[in-house]
């Protein structure tokens, strides 16, 4: 069979993936199987693929893979999440390209240009994972406004209303000016921003004194309606009572008193501005406070304001500074460092805003998902994340759900009247025509309704994902098969956004867990620890690393230095370290198929190998498993990786191999391409395609039932670690015996003799593959070795090649008393260790033992090499 002589993985990709579509082995129904269920954390319809969806969904697949091989009915749920505030900021932007203005359009007309950009680029990330390989069951992608999907929205808004959960009401929000809509807590980022703390005097009325007061936002001075001081600040008693004067406006306010005030932080003095700041809004709501609202929608300011009317108020911030300076009011500034909170997805500061929205409590519905959590029903992978996870829950606030927008869910409340109370909740406006009639007491039509104009929180669909996805709300068919799912694979930064508020409504609505496992990824970094970003211009595009190295390079690459919930140090020579590994992979095949088998006589080296390799796979698959009930994904591909390199392809394959001209025996043949079939499997959730590719060309398949993707893993047999450990020492003594070929020039076609005293029987029996390995003439145990010999010690044993009188002895003498000099020095430090009382009484057990070991071991070296010092020089 002819083989490339190197492998090309851009064709042979594109055929696999096709042929693993063709057959539907990613595709599931309900059976007799257990299922295995994973929902991918829907990437938003607007995202091109990023290294943290690499990352995340090489994981998931990973996952995905192995469970099918067991014998699991697989089904991965693929989808995208609508993304009210990304979509509609690229529609947004669309239209201005054209032209049109958002604000000349109907609601109707804006959505309908909203669907058509949907459909022409929405969703792209999901055709580029499947470059990646992803086995998403692709018949089942869902989208976040699917019909089915947005009904479930809609009946959860009203199952909620009608047991209380949701209300409305004016609070202090996050508002976003550019996106011009509310936020959650949740998608607020802070972050440190060096800024300026303006120090500003305001005049006591009808005196000549002053009080000053530190900002860092001058420009909300315009909305003042107090100024508080603690009541135990003696600097301050003499003023209350009294009123101070706002620079520039002139109006006059109330001193005020309050324990919220530090007296130790600046001037001890606060200024109270309501409309614009969370703890001002609260203190203002105690002391009945005039709340002036300076900010239009779009952080420009109001009318209210009086000055500086429609201007931005990060250049007014800057204006109003001169401005106070002056009249003589801005008493010094001065550089400061704060933290700002940033709107997650529109990356402008966010402004605090007393607003009429809609809200779910929080406190009583998210009992159930904290103590499921804390008690391990689910677990978290790695468990650090449960006390930042608890901590939330314990101090969770009310979730604002309300976003002003046009692209989402639009909220299902309709109002009849101008009270703030005239409004019902209802699934079409027959049924709202109808509510309002019984609430109201007189006749409304649909007509006459007015649907409130706001759309849902988009996390606020995402949250029924597990349970949406499978139609849960409407049939127990699939949703009582498939949930809870298995294992979810996201990041940490949307724990709270998106994690917990699935336990919520999974415990509300299916008094069940959503999912078992929470696997938490780090988040992709270069190697310079930077976060990856399209600014920093660091961040490589996944497609065109898939095309330089390979999808599966790139899987091992992603996977090399990715452990559980750390961050992953990014380097594009670990996806050419995965394609290297691809390459060594191949060369072993064509090596193997190479070979010409024939009915001959086995050689016991190869039996020796085989056997070995029997109990190696078993050995590799106990630890994979491990690693796998762990999620230790980056342990696995290593464990796999350092075995098939070193071990398989390495020792395994050297060791069965033919000599030069001959043929290989059947057996061993058929022993061989068992143990590559082996080894495919175990690397198959790891690298699908190289994997397929060399499994169809180990032996000929006869149908697609026998493809690698379906095919069973492997079951763990008995160990026998004699073979194992007998092997390994084996190895030792090969590398030892290259050694001192190379260190003295020895050429390989020149047998040599090997002479062995104090060793153990048992590793007789690998006698015959030092032989053929290290291309010996013989191996024979004596009394004493030869003073003319190259040496060296394994444990209690010593080996020796004799040389002939050409080798320099005093170089010989040398080594060997550097060799024991090291070894009295290493004996020195063990038994240092083992005269410490408190470590030989504290340490554990088998940690002592280990170190008596080794005490033992140094000893009996010790004795050996002193032995052949006196042998080589007398």
Not at 80 to 99: M, N, P, W, Y
Not at 221 to 228: F, R, Y
Not at 319 to 330: S, V
Not at 816 to 824: A, G, M, R
Request: charged share 30%.
């Amino acid at each position: 069979m002819e083989i490339n002589k190197v492998y090309d993985p851009s064709s042979l990709e594109s055929k696999w993936y096709s042929y693993w579509l063709e057959n539907r082995f990613f595709n599931s129904k309900p059976d007799d199987r257990e299922p295995y269920t994973v929902v991918i954390p829907p990437p938003n319809v607007t995202g091109v693929l990023h290294m943290g969806h690499m990352l995340n969904n090489t994981i998931q697949d990973v996952l995905v893979r192995k469970a099918r091989m067991e014998g699991k009915n697989a089904c991965w749920v693929p989808g995208v999440d609508h993304a009210s505030i990304a979509t509609e900021a690229k529609v947004v932007q669309k239209l201005r390209k054209e032209g049109i203005k958002k604000s000349d359009l109907s609601r109707k007309e804006f959505l309908d240009h909203a669907w058509e950009w949907k459909n022409e680029h929405g969703g792209i990330i999901l055709q580029q994972l499947k470059k990646l390989g992803a086995s998403c069951d692709w018949d089942r992608e869902s989208f976040t406004m699917d019909p089915k999907y947005s009904e479930s929205v809609m009946d959860t808004f009203l199952d909620l209303y009608e047991k209380g959960y949701i209300y409305r009401g004016k609070r202090m929000i996050n508002w976003d000016p550019a996106a011009k809509t509310a936020l959650s807590d949740e998608e607020v980022i802070h972050k440190e921003v060096n800024s300026k703390l303006y120090h500003v005097r305001y005049q006591i009325a009808g005196t000549k004194e002053y009080l000053t007061i530190a900002t860092t936002r001058p420009e909300t001075i315009l909305g003042d309606s107090a100024i508080c001081v603690h009541p135990d600040d003696d600097r301050y008693k003499h003023l209350l009572g009294k009123k101070a004067i706002v620079p520039m406006v002139n109006r006059e306010i109330p001193i005020i008193t309050d324990e919220y005030v530090d007296m130790e932080f600046g001037t001890g003095c606060l200024k109270i501005t309501p409309a614009h700041d969370v703890n001002d809004y609260d203190l203002g709501a105690k002391h009945n406070l005039e709340t002036i609202d300076i900010l239009n929608e779009d952080g420009t300011l109001s009318e209210a304001a009086g000055f500086y009317i429609g201007q931005d108020r990060f250049d007014v911030r800057k204006k109003i500074a001169l401005d106070l300076k002056e009249i003589g009011h801005l008493v010094k500034e001065e550089a400061y460092q704060n933290k700002v909170g940033y709107s997650e997805r529109t990356d402008v500061p966010i402004e605090p805003r007393i607003s009429l929205q809609w809200f779910v409590s929080m406190k009583k519905i998210s009992k159930p998902a904290l103590d499921h959590v804390m008690n391990d029903d689910i677990k978290f992978w790695p468990p650090k994340f449960k006390n930042s996870y608890r901590h939330w829950m314990e101090n969770v606030k009310d979730w604002c759900i309300s976003r002003q927008l046009w692209w989402g869910h639009q909220i299902p409340a309709y109002y009849y009247g101008e009270g703030e109370d005239d409004f019902v909740i209802a699934k079409s406006p027959e049924e709202a025509a109808k509510k309002a009639s019984e609430k109201s007491g007189i006749p409304v039509s649909p007509e006459h309704l007015k649907q409130d104009e706001d759309v849902l929180d988009t996390w606020f669909s995402s949250w029924l994902w597990p349970i949406s996805v499978f139609e849960g709300f409407y049939s127990e068919e699939e949703v009582s098969y498939y949930y809870p799912t298995n294992d979810l694979v996201t990041a940490p930064e949307i724990m709270f956004f998106w994690v917990a508020r699935m336990i919520i409504a999974g415990y509300e609505y299916r008094n069940e867990m959503p999912f078992k496992n929470v696997y938490y990824t780090g988040i992709v970094r270069d190697k310079q620890g930077r976060k990856m970003s399209k600014s920093l211009g660091n961040s490589p595009d996944p497609i065109e690393l898939m095309k330089q190295y390979g999808a599966d390079g790139v899987r091992a690459g992603m996977l090399f230095s990715s452990p559980a919930g750390n961050d992953l140090l990014f380097d594009e020579s670990l996806c050419e370290q995965g394609r290297n590994f691809s390459n060594k992979i191949w060369n072993a095949l064509r090596l193997v198929k190479s070979w010409e088998p024939e009915q001959k006589e086995q050689p016991e080296a190869a039996k020796i190998a085989i056997e070995w390799m029997d109990q190696r796979i078993s050995q590799l698959l106990g630890e994979v498993n491990d690693h796998y009930s762990k999620f230790r994904i980056s342990d696995v591909l290593m464990s796999s990786y350092k075995f098939t390199w070193s071990d398989f392809c390495s020792w395994y394959l050297e060791a069965v191999k033919p000599a030069y001209g001959e043929q290989i025996d059947q057996v061993t043949y058929d022993a061989v391409i068992g143990h590559f079939e082996k080894v495919m499997k175990i690397l198959h959730p790891l690298m699908p395609f190289i994997s397929e590719e060399i499994w169809h060309l180990l032996k000929k398949r006869n149908s697609p039932s026998e493809s690698l993707t379906i095919s069973s893993w492997p079951i763990v047999g008995e160990l026998d670690e004699s073979i194992l450990k007998g092997f390994a020492r084996s190895t030792e003594i090969i590398t030892s015996v290259r050694n001192i070929r190379k260190q003295n020039n020895i050429p390989n076609k020149e047998a040599l003799k090997l002479e062995v005293r104090g060793e153990d029987a048992s590793d007789r029996k690998f006698h015959c593959l030092v032989e053929k390995l290290c291309k010996l003439e013989s191996i024979s145990t004596v009394d004493d070795l030869p003073s003319q010999a190259f040496t060296f010690v394994m444990g209690s044993a010593e080996y020796g090649v004799p040389f002939e009188g050409s080798v320099d002895v005093a170089e010989q003498t040398d080594k060997i008393k550097e060799e024991l000099d090291y070894t009295k020095g290493f004996l020195k430090s063990v038994q240092k260790k083992l005269s410490n009382e408190r470590f030989v009484n504290n340490a554990p057990e088998q940690v002592v033992a280990n170190e008596r070991k080794k005490e033992a071991d140094a000893a009996a070296k010790i004795a050996v090499l002193e032995e052949q010092l006196k042998g080589i020089e007398s």
